[in-house]
């Protein structure tokens, strides 16, 4: 594989450069003795109980946080830490809401938004919750503090089952043996945000108990986005010598408002928006079961089970795109000026799996053996109604009328998997990981209004997906690794029902029809080597992930949420990434850059009057070379931790991507298809008075600097000096999706025994 580094983008890659060789210079000139090596990192590399591998034998950049990291920065929700930290990991804020982030991981998608094309899948405890309807992952559902560790688990690894195509994001949660005492906690600070939090840990024999609950409300940035926040987790354990079992439950109930992207021409005042209102309401509760079984000398089982009830409602205003056009019906113009969409998700999902891990061997040589099995199933009832609206002096979509329905359909979920894995360390230096996974997954979906039995359809897709890694270890410390593997993904309901090029619907979806789509298949080979050289810990991959039958959201018109999904052939993720992170007695330092190259490599059609190079049917043409929107070439993630003091500590992150093209401009020629590149510094700090009473504050966008990390191509209707509704001069431009403004918190935590 070749990089190229575009010539504007040359200084940010030879500061890294210069950073990393001054990290190696201070490690090279040091007088004290090397450090002895850390503990050894164990890496689950099944969604399941097992025995984990030593970081040293798995083929892949795998990233891993604790709960300290994500306590101690004090993000709202788990998407900001991802935003934050990780190598190769930008979002894109379409929805206007800080709990609604689309979360791109080397290209790959875990967004809320229902019709983003997902390709990662994200666990917790084991436990897939990408939603059975739309693959959708919902951020704001699990509380941070419930949080012990969370591991980035890259490529198409297909022990992760459906949807990892890009990655598999895996979420430890606490325990009350590892995290004993109770706390409470109160912030409050800009946007009126204000939160409260408490936590309860402890265990009596081999019993132990956790629980936490956060309560948070904020006003937010912009007008029209508040967001009210109840999160619970509980969990109950029991661990014995040979036996550990977890019980926990997970409830949340949020209201989360968004202000959707904004015409470049409205940037005078950002807070301002386009139209409203738009309402989530996500409400939740998931009780899983995990477990684990010694059955002997180097033999253990472990499973899970879970049942899993989430309701979402949603209110989406949406400009009236048949404005002016003559109803059928009545024979004249339809007069409405907006349309008030909306929707209701009632899902109930559960599923169950088990696997058998055998070790045997000395430590000449060693072999593990995973054997396991899973099944995931979902009922899911999707109803959808309008109701015709008028835009008042301010863009809000006033209701003239009733709702009516449109969509009533229900749909099922079966996805049905055998998978198996062997790690063969053949000598202390070599280690050989073979792995497979075959896949069934059916989708069946029927109307419930009997005036759309072209709805009803049943879908199935089968694939055996295999991986080969192999590992070298020739001195403690250093690793070098190559692997291959193989990960599909099903197309969803979602896409099922909205592939008809003849018939667009909007987003959230109308079912209309359901053309057969093909699976995506990824196909992803890796090359990397990590080390730790005294205080320098450091690590290098490079990485090409070729997709075949993507499926993209292709618009349809100037509507900036009108449009179908389609298989476009085959695009490709590639990249670089380099980590190395330096401490100095109480100063840290880690720095982490990617490289990324997303592009299609099959050429398509595509209608987006919007873009300024379309032709006069309003089409352009995509060219295999052109960039996937969205997805930033070059990343930059620095955190530096200081303890100036035993009871003070001051950290900083530093957020640097480069630009992105607009959705609409997938041919890279609209003259406003770039979204330029940004850098945002945030601070956090705390002081704690006595063991007990600790002070701590959190400065995000310190320079208060206006940027957009996400743009659409459209038509702007309220493109005159009134910005009053008015399609006859509707104007194209790139909407974008603004970050927030300057904010500060302070907040105070009081823990007791």
């Not at 015409?263 to 005042?269: G, L, M, N």
């Not at 398509?604 to 049917?617: K, L, V």
């Not at 104007?731 to 823990?751: D, H, I, K, M, T």
Request: aromatic residues 8%.
């Amino acid at each position: 594989m070749q990089f190229q580094v575009p010539h504007k983008r040359r200084p940010l890659v030879a500061a890294l450069v210069v950073a990393l060789q001054a990290c190696c210079a201070a490690a090279n000139g040091q007088t004290t003795p090397p450090q002895e090596l850390p503990p050894v990192e164990v890496i689950g590399t099944t969604p399941l109980p097992g025995l984990g591998t030593p970081l040293r034998d798995v083929p892949a950049n795998v990233q891993t946080f604790g709960g300290k990291d994500i306590a101690k920065q004090r993000q709202s929700n788990l998407a900001e830490f991802l935003e934050n930290n990780p190598t190769s990991v930008n979002v894109n804020a379409a929805q206007g809401n800080p709990y609604q982030l689309d979360v791109n991981f080397r290209g790959f998608t875990a967004s809320p938004l229902l019709g983003v094309p997902q390709g990662m899948s994200v666990f917790q405890d084991g436990v897939r919750i990408n939603e059975p309807f739309g693959d959708v992952v919902n951020w704001d559902l699990l509380p941070q503090s419930a949080i012990a560790g969370i591991q980035l688990i890259p490529g198409s690894n297909p022990v992760f089952g459906l949807n990892t195509l890009g990655g598999a994001l895996a979420v430890i949660t606490k325990s009350g043996a590892a995290n004993p005492g109770t706390a409470v906690e109160v912030s409050g600070g800009s946007f009126g945000r204000k939160t409260l939090q408490f936590d309860h840990g402890s265990s009596a024999g081999p019993v132990d108990w956790f629980t936490t609950a956060n309560v948070s409300n904020d006003s937010g940035w912009a007008q029209h986005n508040p967001s009210r926040v109840r999160q619970v987790f509980s969990k109950l354990g029991y661990q014995a010598q040979q036996t550990n079992l977890e019980v926990s439950l997970t409830a949340a109930d949020n209201r989360l408002e968004g202000t959707q992207t904004l015409p470049q021409s409205f940037f005078d005042d950002r807070t301002q928006a386009y139209t409203y209102p738009d309402i989530n309401v996500n409400k939740l509760a998931m009780l899983s079961l995990k477990g684990s079984q010694g059955l002997g000398s180097g033999v253990l089982l472990g499973g899970n089970a879970y049942v899993r009830r989430y309701l979402n409602n949603n209110v989406s205003s949406n400009v009236n795109e048949n404005f002016g056009e003559i109803d059928p019906g009545t024979g004249l113009p339809d007069s409405n000026e907006a349309i008030n969409d909306r929707s209701s998700i009632n899902q109930s999902s559960y599923g169950l799996g088990t696997q058998l891990t055998l070790t045997q061997g000395s430590d000449a040589m060693k072999n593990q053996l995973v054997l396991g099995a899973s099944g995931d199933f979902g009922r899911i009832r999707f109803a959808r109604d309008s109701q015709p609206a008028q835009f008042d002096a301010l863009r809000a979509a006033v209701a003239t009328g009733e709702f009516e329905p449109d969509t009533d359909a229900r749909s099922t979920t079966r996805n049905l998997s055998l998978y198996v894995m062997d790690s063969l360390a053949f000598t202390p230096a070599w280690t050989l990981t073979l792995s497979g996974r075959f896949n069934n997954a059916h989708i069946s979906i029927r109307d419930q209004t009997g005036l759309s039995p072209e709805l009803d359809g049943d879908h199935s897709y089968t694939r055996l997906n295999p991986a080969v890694g192999i590992n070298f270890n020739p001195v403690p410390g250093f690793t070098t690794y190559a692997s291959y593997n193989e990960g599909m993904r099903a197309p969803t309901a979602l896409e099922l029902t909205c592939a008809d090029p003849a018939a667009p619907c909007k987003l959230p979806n109308a079912f209309l029809a359901d053309p057969p789509l093909k699976k995506i298949v990824a196909k992803t080979v890796e090359i990397g080597a990590r080390g730790r050289a005294g205080a320098l810990v450091w690590s290098a991959a490079a990485y090409r992930t070729d997709l075949i039958d993507d499926i993209q959201f292709v618009s349809s018109g100037g509507g900036i949420n009108a449009g179908f999904f389609q298989n476009v052939g085959r695009t490709r993720r590639q990249g670089l990434e380099l980590t190395a992170a330096r401490k100095w007695g109480t100063v840290g330092l880690i720095a982490r850059y990617g490289l990324l190259d997303a592009t299609y490599r099959t050429g398509f059609i595509e209608h987006s009057p919007a873009n300024s190079s379309a032709d006069a049917n309003g089409d352009i043409g995509v060219r295999p070379g052109d960039r996937i929107p969205g997805v930033p070439r070059q990343t930059l993630r620095l955190r530096l931790d200081v303890a100036p003091i035993e009871a003070a500590a001051l950290g900083a992150n530093v957020v640097i991507n480069s630009s992105v093209r607009s959705r609409g401009d997938e041919n890279n020629q609209d003259v406003t298809g770039a979204v330029p590149g940004y850098a945002v510094v945030n601070l956090d700090g705390s002081y704690r008075f006595t063991k007990r009473l600790e002070l701590f504050a959190r400065f995000t966008n310190l320079f208060d600097h206006k940027y957009a990390n996400f743009g659409i191509l459209g038509e702007n209707v309220f493109a005159n000096p009134t910005r009053s509704f008015d399609p006859a001069n509707a104007q194209p431009e790139s909407f974008r999706g603004l970050g927030a403004p300057r904010g500060a918190w302070l907040g105070v935590r009081y823990e007791w025994e």
